[in-house]
C-alpha cells in the first residue's frame, strides 16, 4: 500500500531582505508640516490678541466687551472701559473696510430709517449707537439732521434690524442689503489689511498662546504617566492573582 507525501513546492527565504526606511518622502512631508506649525507658532508668539478676533474691536482701538483697553496713539476715544458694551456695529454694512465701527450694549432690534427714530430708540433702550462723545439731545434742536448719518459717523448711515454673531452685528436677511452685504465681506476676507491685523492681534497674544501651549504638554505627559502607573499596576495585580490561584 503505497503512502503519499507532500514537499512544498517552493521555498522560502526565511532571512528577509536588507529592511530600511521605506517612507522618506512621508518623512520629509511630516517635517514640512512641523516646520510650518513652527512658523506659525512663531507669528503668533510675535502678533496678536485673540480678543480682538474673538470681541472685535471699534475704529479707536477699544476691544468690545474687556476693561483694561489701551489709549492708542492721540485717539480721544481709545483706552475706554467696553465691559458693557460687548458687540461691535458697523455703520454701514456695504463699507465694512471703510466706515466708522464701535462697541454696543446691544445689536439694534429695529429699522432706524432717520435721525428722528434714533432719537427715539436711544430714549427708550439707553442703547449708545452712534460715536462715544455723542450729545444725542444735539438732535433736538437742529432742523437739518441729514449729516449726521454718515459712514464715518458720528451716527449710522443705516440701521437695520441685526443680531449678533461671533460678537458682531449681523442685519437679519433683506433683500434689498444682501448682496451688499456679501460683498462687502468678501472685499474684508481678500484684503491684505485684514491680514495685517490678524498678524498683529497674533503679535499681541503670544503669552497666551505660549501658556496654553506648555499646559497642553504638561497634561499630555501627566497624563501619559497615569496610563503607564495603570497598566503596571493593572499588570502587577494581574500576576498577583494568576499566582495566588495557582497556590489556593
Not at 458687540?87 to 435721525?115: A, F, G, H, S, T
Not at 499588570?235 to 490561584?245: E, F, K, M, P, R
Amino acid at each position: 500500500m503505497g503512502c503519499c507525501t507532500s514537499k512544498p513546492t517552493t521555498s522560502y527565504d526565511e532571512k528577509g531582505g536588507d529592511r530600511g526606511c521605506t517612507d522618506v518622502f512621508w518623512l520629509l512631508v511630516y517635517i514640512l508640516f512641523w516646520t510650518l506649525m513652527i512658523l506659525v507658532a512663531a507669528f503668533s508668539f510675535v502678533y496678536g490678541n485673540p480678543l480682538r478676533i474673538v470681541n472685535g474691536y471699534d475704529s479707536f482701538g477699544n476691544i468690545c466687551g474687556t476693561k483694561n483697553n489701551k489709549y492708542v496713539g492721540s485717539l480721544e476715544l481709545s483706552g475706554r472701559d467696553m465691559t458693557g458694551k460687548p458687540y461691535l456695529l458697523y455703520y454701514d454694512i456695504r463699507e465694512l473696510k471703510l466706515c466708522l465701527k464701535i462697541c454696543v450694549k446691544e445689536c439694534p432690534n429695529r429699522n432706524i430709517r432717520d435721525m428722528d427714530e434714533l432719537y427715539t430708540y436711544y430714549l427708550q433702550t439707553h442703547n449708545d449707537i452712534c460715536k462715544y462723545d455723542f450729545d444725542y439731545n444735539s438732535l433736538r434742536y437742529i432742523s437739518d439732521k441729514s449729516g449726521f448719518g454718515t459712514t464715518f459717523g458720528p451716527c449710522p448711515k443705516s440701521v437695520y434690524d441685526s443680531e449678533p454673531i461671533l460678537n458682531r452685528c449681523v442685519p437679519k436677511l433683506l433683500g434689498d442689503v444682501t448682496v451688499g452685504v456679501l460683498s462687502g465681506f468678501y472685499d474684508l476676507l481678500n484684503s491684505w489689511d485684514t491680514m495685517e491685523q490678524i498678524l498683529g492681534d497674533l503679535y499681541n497674544s503670544w503669552h497666551q498662546i505660549l501658556g496654553l501651549v506648555f499646559v497642553s504638554l504638561s497634561y499630555w505627559f501627566v497624563r501619559n504617566d497615569v496610563l503607564t502607573l495603570k497598566c503596571v499596576l493593572c499588570s502587577c495585580l494581574s500576576c498577583y492573582g494568576s499566582i495566588t490561584s495557582f497556590t489556593c
